[in-house]
Nanobody, 126 residues
Framework: VQLQASGGGLVQAGGSLRLSCAAS????????MGWFRQAPGKERSFVAA????????YYADSVKGRFTISRDNAKNTVYLQMNQLRVGDTAIYYC????????????????????WGPGTLVTVSS
């Protein structure tokens, strides 16, 4: 499986961006998907995750109410809609996958995911 994130860019604080992560292969609908981010000088951290069916979603406290994760299994793509962006959201955003059902106790753990795609840079200016 190969993942390719896109949609990053430069936006002013308060603005919006939508990130996309396209996956190769024919079994995307059986993957739990996650978004993580890594700011300069910081460790990679959890942003959001979504279950295979999209019935369950999970968010970091810092993005709740501002970001929305969704997926389109017909297009093999997971999205991250980011609204009310803040300077502190500036980071490289990565998508990741794991085959099978989401495990709520593990979904925020970077080690739970099987593989990652190259990131996309989001820069929020003041």
């Amino acid at each position: 499986v190969q993942l390719q994130a896109s949609g990053g860019g430069l936006v002013q604080a308060g603005g919006s961006l939508r990130l996309s992560c396209a996956a190769s292969g024919r079994t995307f609908s059986s993957y739990a998907m996650g978004w993580f981010r890594q700011a300069p000088g910081k460790e990679r951290s959890f942003v959001a995750a979504i279950s295979v069916s999209a019935r369950s979603t999970y968010y970091a406290d810092s993005v709740k109410g501002r970001f929305t994760i969704s997926r389109d299994n017909a297009k093999n793509t997971v999205y991250l809609q980011m609204n009310q962006l803040r300077v502190g959201d500036t980071a490289i955003y990565y998508c990741a996958f794991r085959r099978g059902a989401v495990q709520p106790m593990n979904v925020m753990d970077i080690r739970w995911y099987e593989d990652w795609g190259p990131g996309t840079l989001v820069t929020v200016s003041s």
